[in-house]
């Protein structure tokens, strides 16, 4: 918005005022921008300016809060029609290493997937799906076979390796 989100202004901006990067805001205006409006959402912020600009930053902005509403009325009164449920894609080489349950070689994954595959972009999807699962790989002369194993991401288990971290930043977790 050209704006300089360094601070908090005690005054609008004048005609003649000159900026390096662009005006700092009021709270007031900050407040306008979020939905806020004298006429249809009236709200008196209180407290010193920063304490104010926190208070507009972590408000939910009055438009979206009523259309939140509406929806929630149009629904409970069976309004309109009802969104298409669309499904979660995963990945389809993890859905093959899931559904075929034994060690896949690249050529056999890329036959159940129907698509050739550079061993790049395999060797890549297998480190991304390391980070949550098990993947055990068997070495054949040369052409690595994978098997996926069990679930590892954390959910509090204190076996897993985040485990100690989580503990020692709990109190900043949220």
Do not use: C
Request: charged content about 30%; aromatic content about 8%.
């Amino acid at each position: 918005m050209g704006v300089d989100a360094l601070g908090v202004a005690d005054k609008p901006p004048q005609p003649d005022d000159t900026f390096k990067v662009g005006p700092k805001l009021t709270t007031e205006m900050v407040a306008r921008i979020q939905g806020w409006s004298d006429d249809e959402y009236p709200w008196i912020f209180t407290g010193r300016k920063t304490s104010r600009y926190r208070q507009i930053g972590n408000a939910f902005p009055p438009p979206v809060a009523h259309a939140v509403g509406a929806a929630i009325v149009r629904a409970l009164q069976h309004k309109g029609q009802p969104a298409e449920r669309v499904s979660a894609e995963h990945d389809p080489i993890y859905r093959v290493l899931r559904d075929n349950g034994d060690y896949m070689n690249a050529s056999q994954i890329e036959r159940a997937l129907g698509v050739q595959l550079d061993v790049p972009e395999l060797e890549r999807r297998i480190s991304l799906l390391k980070r949550d699962f098990d993947v055990d790989t068997r070495e054949d002369a040369r052409n690595p076979a994978y098997k996926l194993g069990k679930f590892k991401a954390f959910i509090g288990q204190e076996e897993h390796l985040r485990h100690d971290m989580f503990l020692k930043h709990r109190a900043k977790i949220s």
